[in-house]
Nanobody, 121 residues
């Protein structure tokens, strides 16, 4: 059974940093695309970043967030710097059984339960 478990969320002041982790179990995703999405209260889930053969970010986080992976640990990370109040959301890790990157949530096969990030002003 495949599981994705996020951790690392919390409360941080604007300008601060957090590092989210997503540990996968049940199968290896080292050759597949893994992404981060977020959902703020009252809003739809939105794409944040994806890593496969390369990395891709939504414009609002480019230069502040970095996605990376450790294939030996079957884990993907999201380093978030210079956080802003508008980054407040529940952050979800997702994985798809394809090497192709996509920003579309429905294209992902597995999801974590989410980790909450709150950025205070």
């Amino acid at each position: 059974q495949v599981q994705l478990v996020e951790s690392g969320g919390g409360l941080v002041q604007a300008g601060g940093s957090l590092r989210l982790s997503c540990a996968a179990s049940g199968r290896s995703f080292s050759n597949y695309a893994m992404g981060w999405f977020r959902q703020a209260p009252g809003k739809e889930r939105e794409f944040v970043a994806v890593i496969s053969r390369s990395e891709y970010y939504t414009a609002s986080v480019k230069g502040r967030f970095t996605i990376s992976r450790d294939n030996a640990k079957n884990t993907v990370y999201l380093q978030m710097n210079s956080l802003k109040p508008e980054d407040t959301a529940v952050y979800y890790c997702a994985a798809r059984l394809s090497v192709l990157s996509t920003t579309t949530p429905s294209a992902y096969d597995y999801w974590g339960q989410g980790t909450e990030v709150t950025v205070s002003s």
